[in-house]
């Protein structure tokens, strides 16, 4: 149990283009998802929380209105990267928080996603 | 949030344990010890987490010193595919992590 998938795995676009990635809780419901950024060879910094039905909460210095979070639903968020720039290229990792008593109070990860912007 | 310490690296010959060290000395009493993973280019894995009693499961075992200032993520029996980046992170609950520069294992054959 706990799977946290992300789609697409890879992709590849040009500048001044969107982007969407997805994250899905596959088996349980995710009241809470969270989305974090990786840059080659430095630590996952996190980016923004998403409550479900709710507006997403940005961390300090990332633009909310260029990393569009949508969580409609209890198994699914996206993140819409907005007028994709070179430096937008990164590793974007999703997390999902089940029910704190299910499965010991703990954040579960998507594989990632990686951007390429041209 | 508590800071935490980690060595930037370690090696470990594969089947031995590794035991894998992290300082916390200002953590505060209701603030957890949290363990993850990374293998490269995948996305963080949740190994074990405690308060102040020690812990196992079938990845690993969590060695919390009584006054709570360090703790040993020990993983019993390294394979190769144990090789990963390890964070050590303590909060009070495990929301908003905050991942540091983490201890890069290598197991070698």
């Known amino acids: 149990g706990a799977v946290v998938s992300q789609h697409p795995s890879w992709v590849i676009c040009k500048s001044g283009t969107s982007v969407k990635i997805e994250c899905r809780s596959l088996?349980?419901?995710?009241?809470?998802m969270f989305w974090y950024r990786q840059f080659p060879k430095q630590s996952l910094m996190l980016m923004a929380t998403?409550?479900?039905?709710?507006?997403?909460?940005?961390e300090q210095g990332v633009e909310k209105d260029k990393f569009l979070i949508n969580h409609a639903s209890l198994t699914l968020s996206t993140l819409t990267v907005t007028s994709a720039h070179p430096e937008d290229s990164s590793f974007y990792i999703c997390s999902a928080r089940p029910p704190g008593h299910l499965f010991k109070d703990t954040q579960y990860f998507g594989p990632g996603t990686r951007l390429t912007v041209l | 949030d508590a800071k935490t310490t980690q060595p930037p690296s370690m090696d470990c010959a594969e089947g031995r344990a590794a035991n894998l060290p992290c300082n916390h000395s200002t953590i505060s009493g209701n603030e957890y010890v949290y363990w993850y993973r990374q293998i490269h280019s995948q996305g963080p894995q949740y190994i074990i987490h405690g308060l102040k009693n020690n812990e196992t499961n079938e990845m690993a075992s969590l060695i919390i010193t009584e006054d709570r200032k360090s703790s040993t993520l020990i993983l019993p029996h390294a394979t190769l595919r144990d090789t990963a980046v390890y964070y050590c992170i303590v909060r009070v609950g495990d929301y908003k992590l905050s991942f540091g520069a983490g201890t890069t294992v290598t197991v070698r054959a």
């Open positions: 998403s409550n479900e039905g709710s507006k997403a909460t940005y």
């Open positions: 088996d349980f419901q995710a009241t809470t």
